[in-house]
């Protein structure tokens, strides 16, 4: 409880940083609330990791997994859903709550880096926070490219800022992860313990070490493609993560979630699934699995030619369960979805209510099945939330060893740790991992074999798996930089390919007119260099 009332002091403080002014990128004084000195990085960190993730669990999670053709709509009983998502209807307001809720938290890890620490008392504070802040804002210029930067979260000194070359922004987030990595390494000990503020490693300064690795590590491969000073650049960091640790559990936050009532509430439940007065939320019946997802955890029992399906054909994957309810069809329990587009009547729509997977307990509760509804809200909503799976950690480290095999080794069994760790998250059982392992060694595009290309595609066809229901938007960037896995568009599609990167959001034209790019819909789907810098070959 101590912990938790940590938490909601720091989101009261970090809403107290944002109410004076509409626009997000300020960081504000309200003189009728607590003044400015006051608002310390104890009380700023815990509100802003608590927020921030909230966008990711909801906003992200919901994007991520419409574009990668993991979740659905349930036509059956909502129509036509979707329809700016499958229609690719990109513009400036289409997922605006990423942009948005990302750079409202961000500029409160940017106050804490700007808080006067001359005595160091809040060094480990400033370490974490610059972690925090490369995490979300390489999600910033991964989706959108160039964006307000160095001149951001200065408030009224500056609520028109200028947009910064992405580049630029990704040297300097490396950097402060650099930064970061040195405080810790200093270990001072005038400085302040995290403790029960820290509401991801209750403290650790370690695990803080080994997440900034591993960020580091995600940054410098979404840029294997780069040439000229970037490549440069990008090598000389590699070498500093020879021997590194890595993050080796999930990386979790829990500000003390709880059904106390809906903002305490775990978000991925309060959004999905029911509020805290028990009630079932309309998306818990409006999302449901796609058909391509259900084909693949299947093992492709319907046959389909395309060669999307062959590699899983007969491999019964044995996470399907935790991450969809199981429907009975044709007497076999299955997972049946919805194919994106699809309207009743049409192929792949659902032919009743009771033949459609939803988000599945894995995702839910982890652990367990609860069977009551009282037992369903108070486990769902006090779940943890997952910032960075251990299965994302571990597919970077295999991506790494097939494209920087004189830095990073072992490709095979971080590839297949990886896989168990998704297992091991969804509480599969681990029978079925090594059942699933043994069958798909030989499949090329989804066991460690063939080319180098091959174990990409692997690679990234079981990342698409493992993030689905926790953080999607990473499979749908690294789609983007790889091709990988091949995505089925919806049937409705009005464009040929996914967007490679978003619109600005309409709040940037209001208030930043002078300086936001004018970025046409047909931009978004073309490579070129209104892309982000690294997917532009």
Same mark, same amino acid.
């Given at each position: ?17 944002l ?10 004084e ?11 990085p104890?009380?700023?960190f815990?509100?802003?990791v608590a927020?921030?993730y909230?966008?990711? $669990?909801?906003?992200m ?5 419409l ?7 349930n ?8 329809g ?21 938290? =961000?500029?409160? !890890?940017?106050?804490?880096e ?9 060094d ?6 610059? =972690?925090?802040k ?9 989706? +959108? ?5 160095t001149? #951001? ?18 040297? &300097? ?6 930064? #970061?990595?040195?405080i810790?390494?200093?270990g ?17 300064? *370690? ?33 500093t ?5 890595? @993050? ?13 009532n ?7 439940? /309060?959004y999905?699934?029911?509020?805290? &007065? ?18 693949c955890?299947? /093992?492709?029992?319907?046959?389909? $030619? ?5 590699k ?12 969809f309810?199981? @429907? ?69 480290l ?9 830095? !990073? ?15 091991d998250y ?9 059942? +699933? ?14 080319t180098? *290309? ?24 690294? +789609?983007n ?8 568009? $919806?049937?409705?599609?009005?464009k040929?390919?996914?967007? +490679? ?21 047909a931009?978004?789907f ?12």
């Amino acid at each position: 409880m101590k912990k938790f009332k940590y938490t909601i002091l720091g989101l009261i403080v970090a809403s107290m940083t944002l109410t004076s002014c509409d626009h997000y990128l300020d960081i504000n004084e309200n003189p009728n609330n607590i003044h400015a000195e006051a608002i310390t990085p104890t009380l700023l960190f815990p509100g802003a990791v608590a927020q921030t993730y909230r966008t990711q $669990a909801t906003w992200m999670n919901r994007f991520g997994g419409l574009m990668m053709n993991s979740y659905a709509g349930n036509s059956y009983s909502f129509g036509s859903p979707f329809g700016n998502e499958y229609t690719l209807n990109v513009d400036s307001s289409f997922y605006p709550q990423i942009w948005d809720g990302l750079y409202r938290n =961000v500029s409160n !890890f940017v106050a804490i880096e700007k808080y006067d620490n001359s005595t160091h008392k809040y060094d480990n504070y400033l370490a974490a926070a610059k =972690v925090m802040k490369a995490f979300y804002m390489q999600t910033i210029v991964d989706l +959108y490219g160039d964006s307000p930067y160095t001149q #951001a979260f200065m408030g009224q000194a500056n609520a028109t800022p200028k947009y910064d070359n992405d580049e630029e922004i990704y040297k &300097s987030l490396i950097l402060g992860i650099n930064d #970061a990595i040195t405080i810790i390494d200093n270990g001072n000990t005038a400085a302040l313990e995290l403790g029960a503020t820290d509401i991801v490693f209750q403290g650790d300064m *370690d695990s803080w070490k080994s997440l900034a690795n591993t960020v580091k590590l995600r940054m410098l491969i979404r840029m294997s493609k780069v040439t000229g000073s970037m490549a440069a650049f990008r090598d000389q960091q590699l070498q500093t993560l020879s021997g590194a640790h890595f @993050v080796e559990n999930d990386v979790l936050v829990n500000p003390g979630y709880s059904a106390a009532n809906d903002d305490q509430q775990n978000p991925f439940y /309060g959004y999905y699934v029911r509020n805290s &007065s028990n009630s079932q939320l309309q998306n818990n019946t409006l999302f449901t699995a796609s058909e391509h997802i259900a084909t693949c955890l299947n /093992g492709n029992p319907y046959n389909m $030619a395309d060669n999307v399906y062959q590699k899983f054909n007969g491999i019964i994957d044995g996470r399907r369960g935790r991450m969809f309810s199981l @429907v009975n069809y044709n007497n076999l329990p299955v997972v049946k979805g919805v194919r994106q587009g699809a309207t009743p009547g049409q192929p792949g729509a659902p032919t009743d209510l009771t033949t459609v997977s939803r988000f599945g307990n894995g995702w839910i509760f982890g652990n367990g099945n609860p069977s009551t509804t009282a037992q369903l809200t108070s486990v769902g909503s006090a779940k943890s939330g997952v910032i960075m799976s251990l299965a994302e950690a571990k597919f970077l480290l295999a991506e790494a060893a097939v494209r920087y095999p004189s830095i !990073f080794s072992n490709g095979q069994g971080v590839f297949e740790e990886g896989i168990k760790a998704s297992f091991d998250y969804l509480y599969a059982a681990g029978a079925d991992y090594t059942t +699933y392992k043994n069958a798909i060694q030989t499949k090329v595009g989804l066991g460690w074999t063939g080319t180098n *290309d091959n174990k990409i595609e692997a690679i990234m066809t079981q990342k698409w798996l493992a993030t689905a229901g926790i953080n999607p938007t990473e499979s749908f960037i690294d +789609y983007n930089r790889t091709g990988f896995p091949v995505t089925p568009m $919806a049937t409705t599609s009005a464009k040929p390919n996914k967007p +490679y990167r978003l619109m600005y959001p309409s709040s940037e034209y209001v208030a930043n007119s002078a300086n936001v790019p004018q970025i046409s819909n047909a931009e978004c789907f073309t490579k070129n260099q209104t892309t982000p810098f690294w997917n532009q070959n």
